[in-house]
């Protein structure tokens, strides 16, 4: 007996564009207006084939700050892990408007569209120095930082929970990669609950005194831009992680592609960048650098969904 399969015999093209139908019915987070998508194609091959390969074979690298973090709520900027020690607790008035001022300053150069990576770098290495010079002045004691946090306006982005505690679920690394506090990020997630034993941060480290008060920051200055150098250091976190050989990256600046650099040897990577500020003067820049791009998007819905898709085995 012969069984006649219909659908074998259709174009290549009418099959492809059945096959999309069922991805975005799967996924219809991806139809969503804030998504934007270069490769639309590529996209759904790279889910599929990370489905394929299952939870053990995947990995999350991210961003904080603007990323999981909110940039704004009610329309109204959130605090960054720098700006959460914006603080009477922790810093004096003189030491805030200065801060503010070098804010002011060199955040439009980093988001400049207009000018090259290496044009921003010597900025952003002026920037991040100058305010942590400020805030080592200030004496900054280590046992306010947990209330500090507490009392900031710092929000994840809604539907985080679900995030964490997918990875965790399923046992999936997430590599937090932060050019901010790496002290005040462990904070913010520990109060929000969700920080979880599979979870690794490389950030700045504040270095604290035997007293518990600030004199330095520990190891090489992590900035927007040169996380690729930091990935190189920290290759050895990399290598224990060679069996898992996919990648779902989430960012928010175009120097958040280098962060998974220190990685040997990747089969699939997924790049997700959200597009905060600015968004007429960047969206091309965006669109041609990240695999799928959200514009002001304040919710993890369309990681979530992917995450979801992926780590859910295929139906027999």
């Given amino acids: 007996m012969i069984y006649h399969i219909p659908w074998i015999y ?10 999309h139908q069922l991805t975005k019915s799967e ?46 709520h009610n ?20 030491c805030k408007k200065m801060i503010r001022e070098l804010l002011n300053t060199y955040y439009p150069i980093e988001i400049d569209a207009t000018r090259t990576v290496e044009e921003k770098l010597p900025h952003m290495v002026e920037w991040w120095t100058s305010v942590h010079e ?9 046992d306010l930082l947990a209330q500090a946090v507490k009392q900031s306006s710092a929000m994840l982005r809604e539907g985080y929970k679900v995030f964490f505690d997918r ?20 904070e913010v997630i520990r109060q ?3 920080f979880h034993p599979n ?40 290598r224990e992680l060679k069996e898992r050989p996919n990648v779902l990256l989430l960012g928010d600046s175009l120097g958040d592609l280098t962060m998974a650099d220190g990685l040997a040897h990747t089969q699939h990577a997924l790049t997700i960048g959200f597009l905060n500020d600015q968004v007429e003067e960047r969206k091309e ?32």
């Fill in 199 to 238: 979870v690794h941060v490389i950030s700045n480290y504040m270095d604290f005194d035997q007293s518990g008060v600030l004199r330095a920051f520990k190891g090489q200055l992590i900035h927007t831009f040169n996380k690729r150098e930091g990935a190189l250091l920290h290759a050895a976190h990399f």
């Fill in 192 to 194: 929000n609950h969700v």
């Fill in 27 to 72: 996924i219809p987070e991806l139809a969503k207006a804030s998504v934007l998508m270069r490769d639309r194609s590529r996209v759904e091959e790279t889910i599929q084939a990370m489905q394929r390969a299952g939870p053990d074979a995947l990995q999350v690298i991210s961003d904080f700050d603007m990323t999981l973090s909110r940039f704004a």
């Fill in 10 to 19: 259709l174009p290549v093209r009418t099959v492809l564009a059945i096959w």
């Fill in 285 to 316: 820049s965006y669109v041609n650098s990240y695999d799928i791009v959200l514009v002001k998007d304040e919710t993890m819905d369309v990681p979530n969904a992917i995450l979801n898709y992926i780590t859910t085995a295929p139906a027999k």
């Fill in 75 to 94: 329309g109204k900027r959130c605090p960054t892990t720098h700006n959460i020690l914006d603080n009477d607790l922790l810093i004096n008035d003189t």
């Fill in 167 to 186: 990875l965790q679920e399923q046992q999936v690394p997430l590599l937090i990669f932060s050019a901010g506090l790496g002290d005040i990020l462990e």
């Fill in 134 to 142: 400020l805030l080592i002045q200030q004496k900054i004691r280590r």
